[in-house]
């Protein structure tokens, strides 16, 4: 599995996004969100706030799981 630091993500333009679920807070104790990223208009990134792993995704639904960041930063350059 590739785990990615929040810091490491946000350095590559994600943006954070909050989810309000009372559910999640009370398993968890914080907000869940996720930092997703716009590459192109069919193609998106998103970083889990739990696994801390990222996944592509094309016209919503997934393409590809568990990136490393290379990968991540090969989709970016790539599919801009």
């Known amino acids: 599995m ?6 490491d993500i946000l350095n590559l333009g994600f943006k954070r996004e ?6 999640f807070f009370k398993q968890y104790g914080f907000e869940c969100f996720y930092l997703d990223l716009k ?3 069919k193609y998106s990134l998103s970083w889990d706030c739990i696994t801390h792993n990222v996944t592509l995704y ?11 960041m290379e990968q991540i930063k090969e989709y970016i350059n790539l599919l801009k």
């Open 58 to 68: 094309k016209n919503s639904n997934t393409f590809k799981k568990d990136l490393s």
């Open 18 to 23: 909050s989810m309000n679920d009372s559910v």
């Open 39 to 41: 590459i192109s208009k």
């Open 2 to 7: 590739n785990k990615h630091l929040y810091s």
